[in-house]
Structures are given as C-alpha cells and as structure tokens.
C-alpha cells in the first residue's frame, strides 16, 4: 500500500495525479511561456518546447503549486538553450568538411561506362589519338575527372570527345553491318 510522504508524492518515486486546477494554470501561461521560449530563440519549436515543460512539471513529485509559474519559466529556458546546443552541434557536424559525404559517383555508371569504353577500344578503327586515350582510360574505369586532368582540359572537354568517339565507332559499325543500323548518334 502506498503512502504519502510531506512533499505530496507517494513513496514508490511516483508523482500524484495532478487536479484540474494545475492544468488550468498551465493552459493559462501557455501563451507566456511561449513567448519567452521565442525570445529565448526556440523558434518554430517554442510550442514543443512548452509542452514538454509541461510534461516535467506533471512528472515533478515534489513541486509547490505556488511555484508553478517560476517552474515552468526555468524548464522552458533551459529546454530552449538545449535546443539552441543540439541545432548549434548539428549545423557545425553538417559544415564540417570532414564530415561532409564524399562525391562518389554511381558504381554502376562507371561499370558501364568501364564495359562500354572497353567495347569501343576493340572496336575502333579510325579514331584519332586523344579518342582512343580516353576510350582506353574509361574502360580502366578512370573517371572523367581524372581523364580530363591528365589531359590538361575539363571534364565536359573529355566527356565530349568520349561522346563523339562513340559516334564515329557506331557510325562506322552501322556502315559494316546492316544489323547495326537502327543505332544511332
């Protein structure tokens, strides 16, 4: 059986049931108590922030109805500098270059590009030199970033040229076999 102790909590730790009158004093401060959440710089989670002022104030075994109000001012300050240090620590940990994502590209665009890049080395006949350095390097699965720093040009430079050696090499095999026509550039 459960007894209650000075404070008004029972002795197993839990908090008494709190009366009508105790949530009608807080639908009563809510709007003040938002407004200094929003002057805290809570923002848009002011509100949320008030509520779960309420939620401790309801769990607080031992809180004096008169101290209701001077309760709740101090939970919703501290609950708004939280705040403030959780999207503080988020937005540096987002920004910091070290934690940022990598650029990786698409493995299966590079096995594509690898296998079509490959096709095309086998198969080409009158291409020029630069086309078939690059054919030759796409189909060791180098990116085009790296293509286009050992060629001293950009990447849409050696994307361009890999795109028009394709051309000619479908071009040319559209011209030996009468299969292949449909392919077009």
């Known amino acids: 059986m459960l007894t209650k102790q000075k404070t008004g909590a029972?002795?197993?730790?839990?908090?008494?049931?709190?009366?009508e009158e105790f949530w009608r004093e807080c639908v009563e401060l809510r709007p003040a108590l938002i407004r200094i959440a929003v002057r805290a710089g809570a923002g848009e989670a002011a509100e949320d922030l008030v509520h779960e002022a309420f939620i401790r104030a309801m769990e607080f075994?031992?809180?004096?109805?008169?101290r209701v109000m001077p309760f709740?001012?101090?939970?919703?300050?501290?609950?708004?500098?939280?705040?403030?240090?959780?999207?503080?620590?988020?937005?540096?940990?987002?920004?910091?270059?070290?934690?940022?994502?990598?650029?990786?590209?698409?493995?299966?665009?590079?096995?594509?590009?690898?296998?079509?890049?490959?096709?095309?080395?086998?198969?080409?006949?009158?291409?020029?030199r630069r086309e078939r350095y690059v054919l030759l390097w796409l189909s060791h699965?180098?990116?085009h970033d790296e293509i286009s720093r050992r060629l001293g040009t950009t990447r849409r430079a050696t994307e361009c040229i890999a795109s028009r050696a394709r051309c000619r090499v479908r071009q040319w095999m559209a011209r030996r076999s009468p299969v292949n026509r449909v392919i077009g550039c």
């Open 10 to 19: 029972f002795r197993d730790g839990c908090a008494r049931p709190r009366s």
């Open 61 to 66: 075994p031992g809180l004096d109805p008169q």
């Open 72 to 128: 709740l001012v101090a939970v919703v300050k501290r609950l708004c500098v939280d705040e403030a240090r959780r999207s503080t620590t988020a937005r540096q940990v987002a920004t910091h270059a070290r934690l940022l994502p990598l650029d990786v590209t698409d493995p299966a665009e590079s096995i594509s590009d690898q296998a079509e890049a490959e096709w095309l080395v086998a198969h080409c006949g009158k291409l020029s």
């Open 141 to 143: 699965g180098l990116p």
